[in-house]
C-alpha cells in the first residue's frame, strides 16, 4: 500500500500532547554508528520507516519498498514528478484507435545485472509473470484488471499489450514499480535478491539491518554520481532525527512533521515538502458487526476530529479527509459532512443501532502508525467507543491486514489502519481500496465493502475519455461511498523527506516512492 507503505511512534495523545522529551539525543547520539567509509567516498545513505517486503516488484505494494527497488529496476516508461510520461526501457509507442492495442519499441544495449541481454521475450515473460492468475503476486491485481496479454512481435524489440477495455492512464500504469522489467533468470531468488536493468546493482539484503546496491558498471544510461547505497530503517522519530543529524544518513523519508518542524530554518538540512502524500483511512471489516450497519460505522466517522489530528499529529502538513481521493487529483470532490466531528451525533448513532452502552472495535495497525491509533483511542472515548489496539510489526501486519473474512473473523478484526498512495491515478486509488474484486487477500479492500453500482462507476470512469464525462462519475463514486462510509477517512499526510544540505538531485515520484538516481553531492557545503 502503500501502503507506502509511511509515519511517527512517539506517543502522542489528544489532547493531550505527548512528545518523546529531546534532552535525550546526546544519548541517542552515541548509539548510532558512524557513516560509512562507502558514504564518505562517494556513497548515499537513506533511512526510511520500515523494511522492504521483497526484493521482486511485483510482489509489493509498499512505497517504501519501492524506493529501494526504483533504484535497481526500470520500467517501459517514468513518470515525471507532475505526472508527464517519458521514454525509459521503451524509447516509443503507438496504439490503435481505439486504444486497446498498444507496441512499445525497446530501447537496444540494455542488459540485466546477471548480464542478459534484455529482449521482447524477456519482458514479456516479465509481465506474464505478473499477470498469471494461478499465481497472483501482490501488485497483481490492478493489471490484471486492464491488461489482458502480452506478446512479442515479428521484431525481437517490440513488445504488444493487449488491453481488455481502453484505459486513459495506461501509460502511467507502466511507470507503477509492480510493471518494472524483471530478469527471467533470476528464477526463485527475485524475492530476496533484485535482478533488473537500473542504474545500480543488489549487494546484499540483511533483513533486520540494511539494504545494500553499488553502482551499475554496465548502465545503459548517464552512470549516476553516487558509487553506492545503503538503506536503512527505523519506524522511531527519534531515531530518524539523530540519524540525521549525525550524518549517519543523508536522507530521512518521511521526517516526522515534529522534526521537520524543528529542521526548518536550520542551514543544515533541506526540508521536501510534497503535498502529493498518501490518504490515512481505517477500513471497516464489514463482515463483523461494526461494519454490517450503517448508522454505527457514521458513528465511528463523527467520533473522529480530523482536524485535530492533523494539527496534534502532522503540525498542519497535511489536510483531513473529505473524499476518498486525494486533494490532488484533479476529480476530488469534498461530500464530508460539516461538521465531520460531532461526538453527541456518535452516541446517538450509536444508541439507535441498539449499542447504547458503547462499541468495542479492534483495530490493527503497524507499528509505526501508532499514534494514530492512540490519538483516536482517546478521541472515541468521548463517542462511547472502547478502541482496542493491535500493534504489529510489517511483515505481521502485512499478513494479517490483508487477510480474508475467515481469518479476520478468527482475529475477530474490525478495523485495518493503513494507507495508500495513487499518484495522479483516481482509478488506482479507488479500484485497489473500494471495488469489490479487490477485496482482501487479492487486493487492498480490506473491509471486504461490496457494492454494485460503485463496482460499476469506478469500471466506467477507468475507461471514459471524456475528461467531463469522467469528473462526474468520479463525483459520484465518491459520494456513494462517503455516504456509505465503509472506512473512517483519517487524513492526507504531506510527505516529507530530510536532506543534508549538501543532497541534491533527489526525485519523489508520484506514487510517493524515492528516486536517488540523480542525486549528488555538494561536498563543499557538507558540515
Known sequence: MGDRGRHMTCQYRLPLLRTTIIACIGMLATTLPPASAAQVSGGLSVMQTEPPRSMDPADQVATDTSSILTAMYEGLVRAGADG??????????????????????LRRNVRFHDGHPMTAGDVVRSFRRLLDRNAPLAGSSRFMAVVDAVTTTDDDMTVRFHLRRPYPDFLLLLSFSQAFVTSPYAGASLSRHADGTGPFRFEEWKSSEYVTQSRNPEYWGTPPEITSVRWIWSAEPSVMDMSLHTGDSDIVSDLPALYAQQMQGDP????????NGPLYWIAINMDRRAGSDLRIRQALNYATDRQA??????RDRGQPARSPLQPVSPYFVSYAPDPQYDPQRA??????????TGLTFSLAVQEMDEPIAEALQDMWKKSGITLHISRLEGGVYASEAFAGPAQKEALQLDGVLASWSSGFIADMQLRPLFYSGSAAPAGANLGFFHDPDVDALINAGAVETSGE?????????QQMIM???????????????????????????PDGALDITHVTRNRQSRS
Open 347 to 356: 452516541r446517538a448513532l450509536l444508541s439507535e443501532a441498539g449499542l447504547g
Open 84 to 105: 508527464t510520461i517519458h521514454p525509459l526501457l521503451a524509447t516509443t509507442w503507438t496504439h490503435d484507435t481505439q486504444g486497446m492495442t498498444w507496441d512499445f519499441v
Open 268 to 275: 543544515r538540512f533541506v526540508i521536501h515538502d510534497d503535498a
Open 309 to 314: 489530528l492533523v494539527h496534534a499529529l502532522l
Open 469 to 477: 464525462n469522467r469528473k462526474a462519475i468520479y463525483a459520484k463514486v
Open 483 to 509: 455516504h456509505d462510509a465503509p472506512a473512517v477517512l483519517i487524513y492526507t499526510r504531506d510527505t516529507l523527506v530530510g536532506m543534508r544540505a549538501d543532497i541534491s538531485g533527489l526525485v519523489v515520484r
